[in-house]
């Protein structure tokens, strides 16, 4: 099974899908090919370091998870090479085809996500709500072969088939209220080889 993480920061995968994933993994092994996938650098959410270090701390603490978690990590790349700015992230065109591509490349089973807003008054994060507003509005485009060829010409060519991945959203902590969910998961076991 191929599950994919998606997300606005460095630390959104482990306050809302770790577990999860944990469990997926104590379930079925080798059998689970995990990625978690960053949508911003990182560089404007400490109050003490600078910006580039605050990167260089975020990437190293994301690669040591993914190393407990078994996970594979990957920083979102614009089309321009470029990862998106936190604090800033916008949905346009360049992210939407960035996320196209990262889902068509890794074609997952299921696809997890923050959830968008129900509520205008619940209290948001504007990464948050990017990425949540961006992936529902790839979700139709991504078995669309030459929806972002423009953005990548190296997927120009024949039309190839792509598995269009079950999307879940996970709890959001800044949108507490707004949102409610259909299920929850018990992870209680799987906090010992993850915390």
């Not at 994919?4 to 090919?33: C, M």
């Not at 560089?43 to 270090?53: I, L, M, S, Y």
């Not at 997890?112 to 990017?130: K, M, Q, T």
Request: glycine content about 6%; proline content about 7%.
């Amino acid at each position: 099974m191929r599950i994919l993480f998606v997300h606005a920061h460095f630390d959104d995968y482990e306050f809302t899908a770790s577990g999860l994933f944990e469990l997926w993994r104590q379930k079925l092994g080798d059998d689970l090919n995990a990625r978690v996938l960053v949508c911003t650098d990182g560089r404007a959410g400490h109050h003490v370091h600078d910006p580039g270090k605050t990167t260089q701390v975020r990437m190293a603490e994301q690669r040591a998870s993914a190393r407990i978690g078994k996970y594979e990590f990957q920083s979102l790349y614009l089309p321009d090479g470029t990862i998106p700015r936190e604090a800033c992230l916008l949905v346009t065109r360049d992210l939407l085809a960035a996320l196209w591509k990262a889902i068509r490349d890794f074609e997952p089973d299921y696809l997890f996500c923050p959830p968008v807003p129900s509520d205008p008054f619940a209290g948001v994060h504007v990464d948050h709500i990017a990425v949540a507003e961006a992936v529902r509005k790839v979700a139709y485009m991504i078995n669309v072969p030459h929806a972002f060829v423009e953005e990548y010409p190296a997927m120009e060519g024949p039309a190839m088939p792509c598995k269009v991945p079950v999307i879940l959203n996970t709890y959001d902590g800044y949108m507490a209220g707004s949102n409610h969910p259909d299920f929850l998961v018990d992870v209680e076991e799987g906090f010992e080889a993850i915390a």
